[in-house]
């Protein structure tokens, strides 16, 4: 730990790291599908996927294609905002969107066999 008391990525062993990589993916796969049943549905979305919910009605982009978009334009405005206090190390940001952006796609193909019709369904 570093002195403010956060785990410190220097101070992890590879079996911490791949650990944590391995619980990550699994992480961002649970949430994919997630968005994908609240979508199918039609239960509404979590904040976060609204917008690129909205953005790929109107626009030709996926789901995934739309939250990857948001993901690196909020990851742009972080830069802008924080400029010098930005650390080169958050760039790990881009490739969790990118992940997560496919994850969702998948998760949205996977259960595209699906059709609930009533209420206990969804």
Not at 18 to 42: D, E, T
Not at 82 to 104: E, N, S
Request: charge should be positive; charged fraction near 15%.
């Amino acid at each position: 730990m570093d002195k403010e008391g956060k785990s410190s990525i220097k101070n992890m062993s590879v079996n911490e790291i791949v650990r944590r990589c391995i619980f990550l993916c699994a992480s961002l796969f649970v949430m994919a599908f997630g968005v994908a049943f609240s979508i199918k549905g039609n239960l509404g979305t979590s904040p976060i996927s609204s917008f690129p919910y909205a953005l790929s009605r109107i626009a030709p982009l996926t789901v995934g294609q739309a939250t990857i978009v948001l993901h690196c334009t909020l990851i742009a405005l972080q830069i802008l905002i924080l400029r010098k206090r930005y650390r080169i190390i958050q760039l790990l940001q881009l490739p969790v969107a990118l992940i997560f952006g496919v994850l969702t796609d998948f998760a949205l193909n996977v259960i595209s066999v699906i059709s609930p019709s009533s209420y206990p369904e969804r």
